[in-house]
T-cell receptor, first 112, second 112 residues
């Protein structure tokens, strides 16, 4: 158990819908990262937050948004979902920005 | 941006065999981690190894930061070692970003 909690573990939804993925980082970790892994692909960086502030953006679609709350948990919002958004979404956390990162178990999103 | 190459892309071993996985970076990285993604999709931290050598049971890793590569050694492989092995590094930040960049992975299958 990495200490990073992601909910839900599985999500099935229809095209055009909106979903919210939640991440609780390890206790004390200030940095949160979101990654997307499509089928049989590597992990693509989406966005990073540090102590509530957005610090880096990757190839995140405009239909996607995220935020980190004062209690340091983070949410990734995916809207106007398309079939191609089906993927495993990972959250990771680290104590600081330049240290070891630990990954949650992921949320497997299936868009039908 | 930094490119991460992993080799070999696929590997099939008989149980009990040894193997070496390699990770090359196109530029300097601050930190380097190795992960194992099991067949259920879970990402497990294996090593946090910015430089030097570490060992954990049958696994060991070596990073030569000055030459921009890292090696993961698996000895006496077991069927439970099957899955995908990823390396990931954080680029030296000039813009305040510390995202981990993942390689494309080595898919390992260990046969009983």
């Amino acid at each position: 158990d990495s200490g990073v909690t992601q909910t839900p573990k599985h999500l099935i939804t229809a095209t055009g819908q909106r979903v919210t993925l939640r991440c609780s980082p390890r206790s004390g970790d200030l940095s949160v990262y979101w990654y997307q892994q499509s089928l049989d692909q590597g992990l693509q960086f989406l966005i990073q937050y540090y102590n509530g502030e957005e610090r880096a953006k990757g190839n995140i679609l405009e239909r996607f948004s995220a935020q980190q709350f004062p209690d340091l948990h983070s949410e990734l919002n995916l809207s106007s979902l398309e079939l191609g958004d089906s993927a495993l979404y990972f959250c990771a956390s680290s104590p600081d920005q330049n240290t070891e990162a630990f990954f949650g178990q992921g949320t497997r999103l299936t868009v039908v | 941006g930094i490119q991460v190459e992993q080799s070999p892309p696929d590997l099939i071993l008989q149980e009990g065999a040894n193997s070496t996985l390699r990770c090359n970076f196109s530029d300097s990285v601050n930190n380097l981690q190795w992960f194992h993604q099991n067949p259920w999709g879970q990402l497990i931290n294996l090593f946090y190894i910015p430089s030097g050598t570490k060992q954990n049971g049958r696994l060991s890793a070596t990073t030569v930061a000055t030459e921009r590569y890292s090696l993961l050694y698996i000895s006496s492989s077991q069927t439970t070692d099957s899955g995908v092995y990823f390396c990931a590094g954080q680029g030296a930040s000039t813009s305040g970003t510390y995202k981990y960049i993942f390689g494309t992975g080595t898919r390992l299958k260990v046969l009983a």
